[in-house]
């Protein structure tokens, strides 16, 4: 199995950018779909973006999208998701996950449910 540990978070100003990291151990980061998810206080734990097992496939959020890049860093076995334009509702605690499949007939992975791995999370404030 894999194990998750994620790093980046932080205070952040609004406009600012950040840079998630989630290092992936045990197995290799391409053999997983894998997946940020981020949760704020009171809500429920949403999806942000998700990608295939190869990395050539991406899938964000509404609330994200065209600010937000997730990668995976097949060097370092890392998975890794760039925001920018941040805002206060982008505050929440992030975290990544990780399933063995793939993209198939529009299952692009969004659901908590639909991963098995996961990290501790990692806080991100964004200051208004």
């Known amino acids: 199995q894999v194990q998750l540990v994620e790093s980046g978070g932080g205070l952040v100003q609004a406009g600012g950018s950040l840079r998630l990291s989630c290092a992936a151990s045990?197995?290799?980061?391409?053999?997983?779909?894998m997946g940020w998810f981020r949760q704020a206080p009171g809500k429920e734990r949403e999806f942000v973006a998700s990608?295939?097992?190869?990395?050539?496939?991406?899938y964000y959020a509404d609330s994200v999208k065209g600010r937000s890049t997730i990668s995976k860093d097949k060097a370092r076995n890392t998975l890794v998701l760039e925001m920018n334009s941040l805002k206060p509702d982008d505050t929440a605690v992030y975290y990544c996950?990780?399933?063995?499949?793939?993209?198939?007939?529009?299952?692009?992975?969004?659901?908590?449910?639909?991963?098995?791995?996961w990290g501790q999370g990692t806080q991100v404030t964004v200051s208004s």
């Open positions: 045990g197995r290799s980061s391409a053999d997983y779909v």
């Open positions: 990608i295939s097992r190869s990395g050539d496939m991406t």
């Open positions: 996950a990780a399933v063995r499949g793939e993209y198939y007939g529009g299952n692009y992975y969004i659901t908590p449910g639909d991963y098995i791995y």
